[in-house]
């Protein structure tokens, strides 16, 4: 290889890292799509235009659930055709929901109190949107299973708080599933439907089974950290 063509090579290799840095340097990820993820927002944060703010980008990842939750309603009344809509709009929440605080960290204007804040007050309203849609698709007890997803969900954002709390560690995956790999299943199930009417309520249940064991399996190693750390400043005390 040519010393310019090396020498450009490295320097494309080195932005690329600094981009990541800035824009991840403040988050630990351990989800299975992480290095693809990544690289993908640190491209496209290089490309948002001035105008676009992350105040913004958050409005377009929430617009992305209502259209998941339109989809399902759609689907109720007119067809299980109308799941298909669920895909772009879990793609334009992955969009905005992915971009937003990122692209304040890549222009140094980060807002960390404000912007968790929001995140979290909306992470939460488009997880109950969710639930609801399913809610209104399905039929008479298997209905629970959206109630079942939003409680999941919600031990999850409880357990990223006290994470967060007791280690000072902020992070959005539990083990290899985070958001996005949440985003593919559900979408998953979505098409499944489509294809084999009657096949979202098992797979929903399975959904739900498997976010509860996460959540367990997370529980008990926050138990044992925060068991550990009493244990330290018990001995520090006395």
């Known amino acids: 290889m040519p010393d310019d063509k090396r020498e450009a090579k490295t320097k494309r290799a080195l932005k690329t890292s600094e981009v990541l840095n800035s824009v991840f340097g403040d988050r630990s990820r351990t989800n299975l799509l ?14 948002m235009p001035p105008r676009i703010t992350s105040n913004f980008l958050t409005g377009v990842g929430f617009f ?15 067809g299980r055709a ?20 990122r692209l304040a960290y890549y222009r140094k204007k980060p807002r960390k109190q404000y912007g968790s804040t929001l995140d979290i007050t909306i992470d939460w309203l488009s997880i109950i949107l ?24 919600a031990w999850e954002i409880i357990l990223a708080l006290i994470r967060y709390r007791i280690t000072g560690s902020y ?34 249940g399975l959904l739900v089974v498997a976010i509860f064991i996460v959540n367990i399996i ?13 244990k330290r400043d018990s001995q520090l005390k006395s």
Do not use: C, H
């Open 171 to 204: 992070s959005i995956d539990f083990g290899k599933i985070g958001p996005t790999e949440v985003r593919i299943a559900v979408s998953a199930v979505m098409v499944a439907e489509v294809l084999l009417p009657g096949s979202m309520v098992f797979s929903a």
């Open 218 to 230: 997370d529980t008990n190693k926050l138990l044992r950290i925060a068991d550990e750390i009493d």
């Open 34 to 47: 992480k290095k693809s993820e990544q690289q993908a927002i640190a491209w496209l944060v290089q490309r």
């Open 64 to 78: 992305g659930y209502i259209i998941v939750f339109a989809s399902f309603v759609l689907a109720s009344y007119y």
């Open 82 to 101: 109308w799941l298909f809509l669920g895909l772009p709009g879990f793609m334009i929440n992955w969009f905005g929901d992915s971009l937003d605080g």
């Open 130 to 153: 969710i639930g609801l849609g399913y809610i209104v698709y399905a039929d008479g007890i298997w209905e629970v299973f959206g109630y079942g997803f939003v409680s999941m969900y």
